[in-house]
């Protein structure tokens, strides 16, 4: 039983007094069982145990009992709230204050003792206001100048290797004591050792050094705009911007380069967050096309692309320069991709943030690429050119995508419901309205009465792009597909000529199998997020009118040559159809369910009959001798 267990170790620590490694074995075993059990931990501070620890890390004049007991009271205010909200008082903060200042304490009693700070002012304000009131966080800070040497390079070293571990413990206790909740007080005072941090990374880029100062500096300028214009003032941002230019060097040789570099990028983008002006510094180290590079990496996790896109929007948000360097090496297709291609929302809004900040440098940029001298080979300035030449085109592609996004969140739903009352209403009336014509052909009288009426194509309004589309227009053609619609004021143009019903059915017939869709396929199959949305965008759709006028034109000019024949410019199908893609097997029924033949396409048709004739008698005679 837990209980019975915590109950006799607290009596082995009371009656071992004279024995200190006796007790360091019962503080170990109580560690075990309190360890991320706030049951366990809250009994033991029932029964007495909490505070008898605490006075036993104060009164025991061996050295192992007082960083044994200071690592329980750590392990048990970290699993039991309460036992943090007991101890959590200035008094605590003071003798912690001691051993730190004592000469005779050790590295280890050091490290113990700055534990016991970080689980305090982990995520409680009161510990936050405690260890500023009480002068600890000054301490901290002065060990966190002292402690290491940027001379020691050689970390692992035995010597070395206890001073980076307490080194290591006072980052994390800083970055506690300013974050999570943030504490303005807490990150003025941090920032005095900014010039200390730039100086280690002006030294080292090993990862045990620039990780646990990123952490520090990152959530101490969080939020931040005094403490993050300090930085800037003193070089931090470009010592930062360096260090990302160093490690996108060795990336290529080195995955852990590779991470550590979306390390110190995300510290990049909390320096700048709230002053996207100070992103102009980067601009002289080329941060952006690094941050590009950087973004392509496929091992990087979802947390880290997302952080390296706000960072870039950070630094275009003002920037031309930056602007200017995100299109030159291809960040706006790239930003693009990312709106297509990913599914999830955090990293698509980032994109779209990126797309957001550069929309209003459209024609600016453009201009001004053109009068920046640059330094670069002439083979490097011929790609320049061409990519300039296509920057006009994406810049007005991310244009009408943000367009897209703010319209088609409030009208997705309904586009779906109206498309497919359209797409249907459209279909029942086109095959009402090609039965009729069928019907009418056979009687030359109602034919022609037919023809002088307007015939009415159902058409439906698309509010992505304000265009009329056609209804057997399909949601999203692929790429190079010619999409064979006709709208209302097209079949009225070609009726209005008296061109016979069965031409337009044979245009219609022409059409591939894939063209020709039902109600529920024209509506696209409505595909959720912005994902489909933007596909849409790249394969957009012809221009309907435009294509329908000229289909009309080629019938108009196929109809003057023959127009010298009387009554054949009407009813010939032969001289009508001269445009159109047939062979010979269906010229030939078209040209035999025609009326009216011309004189030309007549002497054809009986050409025909008579070869055909010949070929069966010959076949007849060939089967006869063989019988």
Known sequence: DVKTDLNLLLECLKYQMDCPLSQKEALITICSICQQNSEASEYFREIGGLMFINDLAKSSVHCIVKEAALFTLGIIIESNVYCQQTLCTSALFEDLILFLIKKDSGVNLKRMSVYVILVLVSNNKNGQTYVRDTGCI?????????????????????????????????????????????????????????????????????????????????????????????????????????????????????????KLAAVVTKTLDACIAN????????????????????????????????????????????????????LQNNGLPLMIQ????????????????????????????????????????????????????????????????????????????????????????????????????????????????????????????????????????????????????????????????????????????????????????ACGKNQSGLQARFISFFCPHLDQHSFCSEKAERVKSTSATSSSHKMADLRCLGCIAGGLSLNSKTFTKMLQSCLHRCEHHRVILEAEERYRGELCRMTAGNNSRSA
């Open 275 to 326: 002053n996207s002006t100070m992103g102009v510094i980067l601009a002289k180290y080329h941060t952006v096309s690094q941050l590009l590079k950087l973004l392509s990496n496929e091992t990087l996790s979802l947390g880290e692309k997302t952080s390296i896109i706000l960072t870039i929007g950070h630094c275009t948000e003002v920037c031309e320069e930056n602007q200017c360097e995100l």
């Open 338 to 521: 990312v709106l297509t291609e990913s599914q999830e929302e955090e990293l698509i809004k980032a994109a779209t943030y990126v797309l957001q900040n550069c929309k209003q440098m459209t024609e600016q940029l453009s201009l001004k690429l053109y009068d920046n001298s640059l330094n670069v080979s002439n083979a490097e300035e011929l790609d320049v050119q061409v990519r300039k030449s296509c920057l006009q085109d994406y810049w007005k592609k991310a244009k009408e995508i943000l367009h897209r996004i703010k319209s088609n969140e409030k009208e997705h739903d309904e586009e779906k419901v109206q498309g497919e009352i359209f797409v249907e209403e459209s279909s029942v009336a086109n095959s009402e309205a090609l039965k009729a014509r069928e019907v009418n052909l056979a009687d030359p009288k109602k034919y022609r009465e037919g023809t002088q009426k307007d015939v009415s194509c159902p058409q439906f309004t698309s509010k992505l792009n304000n265009q009329v589309l056609a209804p057997s227009v399909t949601s999203a053609p692929q790429k190079n597909e010619t999409v064979n619609t006709m709208d209302a004021a097209s079949t009225r143009q070609i009726e209005q000529r008296n061109i016979p019903c069965s031409v337009i059915e044979l245009q219609t017939d022409s059409v591939p199998p894939s063209h020709n869709i039902n109600g529920k396929t």
């Open 138 to 258: 000054s301490l901290l800070l002065q060990l966190f100048r002292t402690t290491l040497s940027t001379s020691e390079k050689n970390l692992s070293d035995e010597n070395t290797y206890p001073c980076y571990q307490l080194w290591s413990s006072v980052c994390s206790t800083l970055c506690a004591c300013v974050n999570n909740p943030q504490n303005e007080d807490n990150q003025h005072i941090c920032c005095s050792v900014f010039p200390y941090a730039k100086e280690w990374l002006e030294s080292c880029t090993e990862p045990e050094i620039v990780r646990p100062i990123c952490s520090f500096l990152g959530l101490t300028v969080a939020n931040n705009s005094y403490v993050q214009k300090y930085f800037v003032s003193i070089g931090g941002l470009d010592t930062l911007a360096k260090v990302l230019l160093e490690l996108m060097h060795d990336s290529c040789l080195s995955n852990s380069s590779m």
